[in-house]
């Protein structure tokens, strides 16, 4: 255990980096996938199966706790970890793509966001100090700064005037933050498809010497060879020692390439959403358990797995309940795509530690294109 937040690069093989964040509440191992648990459910899951699925840390966020229960509630309440009963790391999102995704946003200007809740309508404002103020009533262990993400394509003065904010931003977060041991504060570097910005964006929160810094403004509707060319523009202008986050990423091929960039964690919607909606993903490529081939089909969607979900239901059970649109369909399919997610990882971190991470790359890429039995 420690009392500081502490981020150790044990090996770098090519551009990929394996690592571990302790913290006082646990352990990260990464490359780290972190399970979405929005306003305070992984949904379709009990926390203990996300934890058995092995994810070290759960992702919640500003937008929606503030907005129901509220922040002031759940510290009533004695925090989220004790609210959710999970209690190893978790990281908040700040709440700005949020705003900008989710509400109706009425201004935006240098003191924050004003929008009105998706939830009842109701008015709120939100300053870079209200975020960090609301992530410290919710006890989180790893704080986004407020950021301003402008979905792409954009203006490039657009681009520029959001990136030169959010880096203001980045600095009254920090002074709001203060000294938590404990706990950290991550910048996020916006620009959006520009690298002279992306450069600009990672030199500047450099300076500032915080813990972590995440890499923002992506998976906002560019390709993926734009986004990954964001990347190897990003992450070389980042210090070598701090933990590197690609926000709102991605699909196991996103994971994969971004890794080997030099990410070090992730956090997404995709195993859960896509779960719900009857899409697998598996070892051999992604499953559409809603089609018909599986109507009658007994085998489970990976027997060598060690997943219940994945190892003892029946493609022919999934693709019943998922026909009859039965809660149970959403729930083994979510608990599948997390355990297959962190599976994923886990052959990631391994294959770095034997120094064969671009094999390891080549040989999952080409299993999937071999598509499901
Ligand atoms: N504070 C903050 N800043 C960002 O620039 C940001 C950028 C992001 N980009 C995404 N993309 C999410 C893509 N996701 C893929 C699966 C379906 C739903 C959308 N999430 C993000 C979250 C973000 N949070």
Not at 97 to 113: A, H, I, T, W, Y
Not at 206 to 221: E, F, H, P, R, T
């Amino acid at each position: 255990m420690t009392e500081n937040f502490q981020f150790t690069l044990n090996k770098t093989d090519a551009g990929a980096r394996l690592g571990e964040i302790s913290m006082p509440r646990g352990e990260i191992r990464t490359p780290a996938f972190m399970p979405v648990g929005t306003v305070g459910t992984v949904k379709a899951m009990y926390l203990d199966q996300v934890r058995e699925t092995g994810a070290d840390i759960i992702l919640g966020n500003t937008y929606h706790l503030m907005l129901r229960p509220t922040a002031e509630r759940v510290a009533r309440l004695g925090g989220l970890h004790k609210l959710i009963r999970w209690e190893h790391p978790i990281l908040t999102d700040s709440g700005g793509f949020q705003v900008m995704s989710l509400s109706g946003l009425r201004k935006l200007d240098e003191q924050g966001v004003t929008f009105k809740s998706h939830v009842d309508g109701s008015l709120h404002h939100m300053s870079p100090e209200r975020s960090i103020e609301i992530q410290g009533l919710l006890g989180s262990d790893i704080q986004m700064q407020l950021d301003e993400c402008v979905a792409l394509p954009a203006e490039p003065k657009e681009i520029e005037r959001a990136m030169e904010m959010s880096l203001r931003w980045a600095e009254r977060c920090r002074v709001a933050f203060g000294e938590q041991p404990g706990k950290a504060m991550f910048g996020i570097v916006q620009g959006g498809d520009i690298p002279a910005l992306r450069v600009r964006s990672a030199e500047a929160l450099s300076q500032l010497d915080l813990k972590g810094y995440a890499v923002g403004g992506l998976a906002v509707g560019e390709p993926q060879d734009v986004m990954l060319r964001m990347l190897e523009t990003t992450l070389p202008v980042l210090p070598v020692e701090k933990p590197r986050y690609l926000m709102g990423v991605g699909t196991p091929d996103d994971i994969l390439k971004s890794v080997a960039r030099g990410i070090d964690m992730f956090d997404c919607v995709m195993p859960t959403r896509s779960g719900r909606h009857g899409l697998a993903f598996t070892r051999r490529g992604k499953v559409n358990i809603r089609n018909a081939r599986h109507a009658e089909d007994m085998r489970p969607l990976d027997e060598q797995s060690n997943c219940p979900a994945s190892r003892d239901y029946s493609r022919a059970y999934l693709h019943h309940l998922v026909r009859a649109n039965e809660a149970l369909g959403g729930m083994l399919l979510s608990w599948h795509n997390l355990a297959y997610y962190q599976e994923l990882m886990q052959g990631i971190r391994k294959a770095i530690a034997e120094g064969r991470f671009a094999d390891f790359m080549a040989e999952t890429q080409e299993e999937w294109a071999r598509g499901d039995l």
